[in-house]
């Protein structure tokens, strides 16, 4: 039976998970800020699902409850770092609270959270450890910046982390979908544009849940799917959205790198001002 320990498990692709994990007849660790939302799946799955309060922008809690999730089971198979939100507006007109809870949460929260996992996996001999990452880790929008510093920060991070902990055996997966239709724009926090930017590019129309093309479901399962395979790849690019964007982003952003080749090779020769 493989067991499962998930943040942000109240809604959207955190509960899917843990949903569709319990419904394989999986044991669940769920962490949320509000462990009476799972009351249901606690009345269905009984002793399956293990419930714990976390908010992940409390660091002395995340290794509290992380501690115990590991004591309370005799293993933890697959660690799923999943709580995120989103925040729309101009990067200037956001407050410095609005920039700082958003990497407190999707940044540092999930930083925090792995740091506080991975030793617990090494001790077990190997695990997997996922995060949820966005097509946004490797796009951008305007109107989004905030959101795309932190999922850019965790590829980074994560990219590093997965090298240093291969030879313990575990395996790590960043999963990166399209627009999910999730709670998550419910939940964005909106800023009002300023003048200046109205009309510009920030002022972009949200795209309506109605036309986003990924399921909550899906999402979900090609998680677990991969989560469970053999040789979990390091990226997890999901949804048709988010592959046509990112694929013509990237092939751009090589057709760019390749014509600076003259220009970064001739930077490697000392300058002196008369060309000597
Ligand atoms: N939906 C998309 O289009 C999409 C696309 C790409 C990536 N993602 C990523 O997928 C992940 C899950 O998002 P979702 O779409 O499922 O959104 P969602 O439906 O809004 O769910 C977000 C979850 O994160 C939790 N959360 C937020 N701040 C938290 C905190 N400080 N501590 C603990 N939990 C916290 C929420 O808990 P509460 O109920 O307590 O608020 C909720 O369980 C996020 O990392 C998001 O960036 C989403």
């Known amino acids: 039976?493989?067991?499962?320990?998930?943040?942000?498990?109240?809604?959207?692709?955190?509960?899917?998970?843990?949903?569709?994990?319990l419904g394989r007849g999986d044991r669940v660790a769920?962490?949320?800020?509000?462990?009476?939302?799972?009351?249901?799946?606690?009345?269905?799955?009984?002793?399956?699902?293990?419930?714990?309060?976390?908010?992940?922008?409390?660091?002395?809690?995340?290794?509290?409850v992380v501690a115990k999730a590991f004591a309370e089971?005799?293993?933890?198979?697959?660690?799923?770092?999943?709580?995120?939100?989103?925040?729309?507006?101009?990067?200037?007109?956001?407050?410095d609270a609005q920039v700082e809870q958003m990497i407190a949460t999707n940044l540092t929260g999930s930083i925090q959270f792995a740091r506080r996992v991975v030793p617990h996996l090494r001790e077990q001999g190997g695990g997997v450890l996922v995060q949820l990452s966005s097509m946004g880790g490797h796009i951008t929008f305007p109107g989004f910046a905030i959101y795309h510093a932190t999922k850019w920060g965790i590829e980074g991070y994560f990219e590093t982390l997965a090298a240093e902990v291969a030879p313990f055996g575990i395996k790590t997966v960043l999963v990166e979908p399209g627009r999910v239709r999730t709670s998550f724009y419910e939940a964005a926090e909106r800023v009002p544009l300023s003048e200046p930017y109205r009309g510009g590019p920030a002022d972009s129309p949200e795209a309506k849940v109605e036309d986003m093309v990924a399921s909550q479901s899906g999402v979900?399962?090609?998680?677990?799917?991969?989560?469970l395979s053999e040789d979990p790849p390091l990226r997890l690019l999901l949804n048709s959205d988010a592959y046509e964007a990112v694929t013509t982003t990237v092939q751009d952003r090589l057709a760019s790198l390749r014509r600076q080749r003259d220009s970064a090779y001739a930077a490697d020769a000392e300058y002196t001002a008369l060309g000597g």
């Open 30 to 64: 769920a962490t949320l800020r509000r462990p009476e939302q799972l009351d249901d799946l606690a009345e269905q799955y009984g002793d399956l699902l293990w419930r714990s309060r976390l908010d992940v922008t409390d660091t002395a809690r995340v290794e509290e």
């Open 73 to 95: 089971h005799e293993r933890i198979d697959v660690v799923v770092s999943n709580a995120g939100f989103g925040v729309f507006g101009a990067a200037e007109d956001l407050s």
């Open 1 to 21: 039976m493989t067991t499962w320990l998930i943040t942000g498990a109240s809604r959207g692709l955190g509960r899917e998970i843990a949903e569709q994990a």
């Open 220 to 227: 979900a399962h090609a998680t677990i799917e991969a989560a």
